[in-house]
């Protein structure tokens, strides 16, 4: 159902939260705990990407890894050849953004189904993995950007002052630009989805055929959600190889597409903020985990994302929400609601 | 004349071996819409288990060809039990699901073998076609092949079970009605479907060796097969897998193994363009 | 037949499916505003016919002609682009949005934003249903998704407006509103209905069109259609070849 984006709690309580990281966090934060918060902001910003087109579009695709690699390897060669990052930034937008638009042609102009889309959009993230894999040798190499196969791309660029190659930002700043990123992307998805082209996506998402009765076109609408998605996962992919300064074929694996997945249903299809709060909290599970050397990390997140499936289909936030309305309400009949269907605000 | 029947047994092979690949997925689709995401951990399972129990001492065939579609067999009927039988009609959280399962198995098998390759040597020698040399095994491939296909349409064909999975096939409600335990064909199915996988995992063994990730090197052309194929079992994955297997076979003679899978993703694409539900939902949509 | 021109024709269109013909050689002209009842038993090839008229499917053969432009085999925005309106028989709605975003994504094609959220509620008022405006569709009525429906067709200010079945499941009082308003429409769109209710079709009926096994069998004022015999016979079930 319709919210206003001006009288919505949710969105000025979370683009308020953005800012407040953004100005107060390093001032309190030790260098280890800005690297690690870093990271969160960078793998939200990917979150977003398919929590955006599936919670808001429909679009289920499994394998934004595929873009966030292609955004991590534009970024990379890019940046080692122009020995500026600003461009190579936009790049990393735009290389998987035009790529997304094509893949997307082929799928929804093939009218594919869910299960082919699935499929496809997996497969493609396959190849990309092997693809890489294999340009170990010298001879792939795009300029003075050897590709490096599985050994990846060392001396990956830090992220320089638009215009003033020499001025490298410090972790710091780095992370206030993710940040100040992160919020923007934020803000303007919400803007995007409350705006008329985010209600005929909602529409589309409900009932394809009366989008089209309606007089939408259907199909170009969705490769234009597909191709931004795209490209907001390869801006993230930028970011993430620029915050690590070095990549491998691994941006472009088969966990990286699961973990976009697994956030977006733990944290609830059709919210934004819910995925972004996913991210935090599953990281700093598999982190902790992880130190404790019993649990393979693949199980961790196969044994989360089954049980999600199974007993949270909703997804956390929703479930959060329709547990404390059941609470309030109790005793009484509830009135709206239907199962299965998450109503589109925060 | 003798590098002809090279290239034509390579393409055979090539072709072979994307059928074995997927027909166990395409059992497991054709019947019940679904795709199996945790296909190549199936597969590194039916590996392991030749592997294993050969280094244990039992016979490769016998490990290969009755303990690997056993095990995974079974192993696949406990998974239809505990977790796709909730997800009927759930397309995309089956596909979920079954993914969540292929990253718990990676997981699982590395925690138990550790994340090395094993391996045993491959059987049957060579074959000399004038001057070149055939291994055997390439040979038993193309037999195994025809006759998994051979053995599916038979079953379908000829027998009571093949008749209620056909019915089942054609529409589940009218099935159901006529007193047919869907769930329990879906079940049998599933079970089926794995146990062809397990066989494959077996025969893929000694050619690759196994390791816990394995798997990833061998979905994208079984995935792509099927989805091409469409939803008839035997039509379908013979269709793409000879179109797809010589289209892969012919771009790896120009250009090496490197682009051969995405060669046959673009074919794959470009198909579904023209045909959104695979060569069998427009072409041969009767057949079985 | 007119001195009007023709604002929706077809001529010799076919739409089979495997080895059945819904569709079946139809030659079929409407003339601008005219109100236009199609009738005809189940599975005479009625909605498949509107299905054909607005691309949700591509007819096998024949032509479809929509104010002097082929349009076979367009795709459905670009036919609803050019002015038609579709109810279709299964409603199809928004289900999880209200009966207002509903009405409103339709006007908004063709109005900017405030001029949108005007004619919007001016067809929620008009069909009745403004006390509806923010109740999700999803949990209304049957009777009451119809005019939702209805009322998102007209607020895209069609020039052709087909409306498949759209008083199955109302109540006395809603049919006649929905009478009047079809003939209210009439007077600014050519409209044609599908129905099966006899007493709402005597209301609004004029030139009427029978459909039996995918073709024309009559086409007539709705009191010879009434009085055919033949036309009963098909309605009953009986065999109608010997009449045809
Ligand atoms: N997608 C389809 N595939 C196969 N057959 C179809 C399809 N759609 C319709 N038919 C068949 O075409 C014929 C005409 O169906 P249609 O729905 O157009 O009839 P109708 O006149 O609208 O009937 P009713 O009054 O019951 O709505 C029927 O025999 C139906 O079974
Ligand atoms: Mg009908």
Known sequence: METSLRTDPGFWFMTALGLVLLFLGPLFWDLFQIMQITQYVVLSVYVLSLAYIWGFGGILSFGQAAFFGLGAYTFSVAAINMGETTFPFVLAFAIPAIFGAALGYFMFYGKLSDVYMGVVTMVVTLIFWKLINHTAGPEYAIGDARLGGFNGIPSVPVLNVPGDAQAWLDPGQMFQVFMAILTLLYVLLRILIASDFGRISMGIRENETRAALLGYDVRRHKVIMFALGAGIAGMAGGMWATYQTFIDPNVFSLEMSAKALIWTMAGGVGTLAGPIVAVVLLQYLSLKLGEMHILNNNFILGGIMMVLVLLVPKGGLPTLRDGIAALRVRGSVRRSGTPGKVAPDV | MDYTIIVFLEILRAISWLVILAAGLAIIFGMMKVINFAHGEFLMLGGYITIMSHNAGVPLWISMGVLAPLVVGVFGIIVERLVIRHLYGRIIDSLLATWGLSLLMIGGVTMVFGNTVQGVSTPLGSLSIGAYQVPGYNLLLIGIAVAMMMAIWLVLRFTSAGLIARATMQNPDMAETLGVRTSWVYMATFGLGSAVTGLAGGLLAPLTGVAPSMGVNFVAQSFITVITGGASMIAGTLSAGTLLGTISQGVTFATGPVYGDAALLLAALILLRLLPQGITGRIFRKSL | MSDLRPILTTEKLVMQFGGVTAVDNVDFSLREGELRCLLGPNGAGKSTFFKCLTGQL????????????????????????????????????????????????????????????????????????????????????????????????????PRLVLLDEPAAGMAGDERDRLADLVLETSRRAAVVVVEHDMAFIRRIAKFTTVFNRGAIFREAMIDEIMSDRAVQEIYLGKQADVAA
């Not at chain 3, 994504?105 to 001029?115: E, G, Q, V």
């Not at chain 3, 067809?123 to 999700?136: F, Q, T, V, Y």
Request: with cysteine; hydrophobic share 40%; charged share 25%.
């Open chain 3, 58 to 157: 591509t007819p096998t053969s024949g032509r479809v002609r929509f104010d002097g432009q082929d349009i076979t085999g367009w795709e459905t925005h670009a036919i609803v682009g050019m002015g038609v309106g579709i109810k279709t028989q299964v409603p199809n709605l928004f289900d999880g949005l209200s009966a207002y975003e509903n009405v409103r994504m339709s006007a908004r094609r063709k109005h900017l934003r405030p001029m949108a959220k005007e004619k919007a509620e001016e067809m929620l008022e008009k069909c009745g249903i403004a006390h509806l405006a923010r109740r999700e569709v999803g949990l209304l009525a049957h009777g009451q998704r119809q005019l939702v429906e209805l009322a998102t067709v007209l607020a895209g200010e």
